[in-house]
């Protein structure tokens, strides 16, 4: 039992990643974004989030997907350049409270990001699961960003892991992102994500509105769309917070990237809170610097 309740944090805290939907990212192309936001230029005006944010999950035949589409006040040059490169991802990565650790290797075949994924309080990093993303620059252009992270397996029969997030510059020196975090899972993962929602899970929730409570109070998703939906919007503020970071000195961005990622996630406390924000930054901060010795 306690062997498959590590198991669950592995699937609670990667279930962002994985295989796209027919009719998803892999269709992604400048053009594509584009009509896409002009489609959704209505919902970004409008957002529940306090901020130009849409956030939309599907659980079909053995894939969760989770997509957010966001307009961010950075040129279009700065999010390129801040971007894409693989081990700017691990600054990225790291923010998140089940990131334990992540380094990049770049090689003749390719880069790899070899994260650690585990609890969300501080680990030992050989107590961490381990996962390789491929890292692929897809497209890098004037006028369009595509990154990519793919991880083939996971644990307990889940596969395909796939990170992905496409940018395009807009008006006013502005960026229009689309992250999508997808995976696929069988019959043992479904198991295991079935115990995790009726116990420890059980009244966590998403961000998609269901409809309301008797005593008048929104109601919102549950099971497992609100559970990729909570990281999805994680992932989303760590690169948010990351980029806003990068105003500061080389040295005080980290620390600023921390604070940011945690007063970002308490505006959403009923979806996203965990941590009371001194544990969370003595926790990243030793992992953070663990991160930065060299590998065992």
């Known amino acids: 039992m306690i062997r498959l309740a590590g198991w669950l944090v592995f699937l609670i805290a990667l279930s962002s990643a ?11 192309s400048a053009a594509t974004l584009q009509a896409q936001y ?15 944010l849409i956030l939309d999950s599907s659980d079909s035949s053995g894939h969760l997907q989770g997509d957010l589409y966001a307009l961010v006040d950075y040129p279009f040059a700065t999010v390129a350049a801040s971007l894409s ?31 650690r994924i585990g609890k969300k309080y501080p680990e030992l990093l050989g107590d961490a699961y381990p996962v390789a993303f491929a890292y692929r620059l897809a497209s890098k252009t004037s006028n369009f960003l595509d990154i990519r992270l793919n991880a083939d397996t996971g644990p307990l029969s889940t596969h395909d892991y796939l ?19 997808s995976y696929a899972y069988g019959l043992t993962g479904q198991l295991a994500m079935n115990t995790y929602l009726a116990t420890i899970g059980r009244d966590k929730v998403g961000f998609t509105l269901t409809g309301k409570q008797s005593n008048g109070l929104p109601d919102y998703i549950g099971g497992e769309r609100g559970l990729i939906e909570r990281n999805t919007m994680r992932y989303y503020l760590a690169i948010d917070s ?55």
């Open 163 to 181: 990170i992905q997030l496409a940018a395009i510059p807009v008006t006013g020196s502005r960026t229009f992102l689309h992250l999508t975090y």
């Open 242 to 296: 990351y980029l806003g970071s990068l105003a500061a000195l080389p040295r005080d961005r980290f620390e600023k990237s921390l604070q940011s990622w945690f007063a970002a996630t308490e505006k959403y406390p009923r979806q996203l809170h965990e941590l009371d924000k001194t544990d969370y930054l003595n926790m990243k901060r030793s992992e953070y610097l663990r991160q930065q010795q060299p590998p065992q």
């Open 38 to 52: 002009a489609a959704l230029g209505e919902r970004l005006n409008h957002s529940p989030f306090r901020r130009a």
């Open 18 to 28: 994985g295989c796209a939907l027919a009719a998803g990212p892999e269709m992604q």
């Open 85 to 115: 490169g693989p081990g700017q991802w691990c600054d990225v990565l790291i923010l998140h409270l089940n990131t334990k650790y992540c380094r990049a290797t770049v090689t003749g075949a390719g880069a790899v990001l070899t994260v």
